[in-house]
RNA sequence: GCGAGCAUAGCUCAGUUGGCAGAGCGUCAGAUUGUGGUUCUGAAUGUCACGGGUUCGAGCCCCGUUGUUCGCCCCA
């Protein structure tokens, strides 16, 4: 039996490998203007660590966790709370007040594979740790939309929403929850569901019956204290400022329990059914709850392979410039002696090139040298060996350059 | 965890009522022996996902397994 990947895990082949450096460079590019500093984390990390941060009762933690048979470790879900434990470990809140941290690594979660789901994924993302002004969350929208934009993609729509302080939604649960029992039974089984474990969820509904019977329910926004709500309103304040579109939308709720007030999305219709590209929000209680001193923060993470597959349907992803510069053909065993020893001298000076490996033919070794667009070709014979002489053939119109010095090609590749 | 579809050459896919395993692309070789691309000629490559069953006979029908795709849930 042939041995497989693992479900849900995928092979990253040469052409795609580049696409992705591309963009992980270009994610690098922009946090470091935004003075964000990279931070990598461990990839498994306490069990009880995301159970604490993310919260026991959410998807992901109840049942999509790889967790080691021992119980006591688990592959990262995602990375926030593993940031937070080392900005709590290292004591960061101490050096600076003010933590802008970034991170591109891969996650695991062990769910059904689907279109732009995977159980091993990759995620880039940010937190801003211990600030609570409207401006950093503000800041962190616009990095993210500068990101989006930076590959081209145009049509991501950005949502914005605030869920408030665990105080105020609280009292709104009550309200709702007495709303919603006397339509409990007429709820999607989903809703019902939500109704016990996760209230703010049914928000989220998207089922016709749940929807109109939401259309009366007590709103979430109206039981925000009002310093909440001026928040808020600055934040969208900012963002008009800069020039940044979004749509506020009081239903997006999110399914990590440590989020509080401001919450956003960036989905993108090029994507299926999972069309979130990017998704984060104001964390304010999660440093305190897992055993550091109380610190707002804020922080986004957005998919990688949802980012690339939009990328891919829109045509945004370059083609590789990074081709030979030469390819040296030998006529014989004799010739490729010296062939080789050229290759190595060029390449000690930083030029990319290739020589024959497979004892080929001349045709096969143009054709190689064609289907490797290398810039130019030279074949060495028993008549370059004896004059000290060869032709330099240009590969895109076939014109040849007369070079009679082998030690100075570099000056006729570059010429 | 639940539902539906798919699985044939390296890739994309045909394969009729069950009757010799196919095409295009790619790869390799050649077209008077030291110059690629275009063209032409030829060649190699298959446990028809795996395991059972029905049948004289299965790529095709039935059952199971695995993988994969798309949904649900949830998320990036």
Known sequence: MLIQKPKGTYDLLPEKARQRY????????????YNYSEIRTPTFEKTELFKRGIGEETDIVSKEMYTFKDNEFTLKPEMTAPVIRAYIENNLGNESPLQKLFYICNMFRRERPQAGRFREFSQFGAEAIGSSDP??????IILADSIIRSFGIEDSVIKINT?????ERETFFREFKGYLSGFLKELSADSQRRYVINPLRILDSKVQGDLEILRDAPVLYNFLNDETKRN????????????????????LVRGFDYYTSTTFEFVSEALGAQNAL??????????????GKPTPAIGFAAGIERLLMVMEAKKLLPDSDDNLKLFIVSMNKECKKFSFKLADRLRKQGVKCETDFLGRSLKAQMKEANRSNSEYVIVIGDEELKNGTANLKRMSDGTEIRMNDFDNIKNYLFK
Do not use: C, H
């Open 232 to 251: 808020f309103q600055s934040i969208l304040d900012i963002l008009t400022q800069s020039g940044i579109e979004f749509e506020t939308d009081n239903r």
């Open 22 to 33: 591309f963009l992980e460079k270009r994610v690098r590019e922009i946090f470091n203007i």
């Open 278 to 291: 990017l998704g984060g929000g104001r964390y304010d209680m999660l440093v305190q709850q897992l055993g």
């Open 135 to 140: 401006y950093i969350d503000a800041e962190m």
């Open 163 to 167: 869920i408030g302080t665990a105080a």
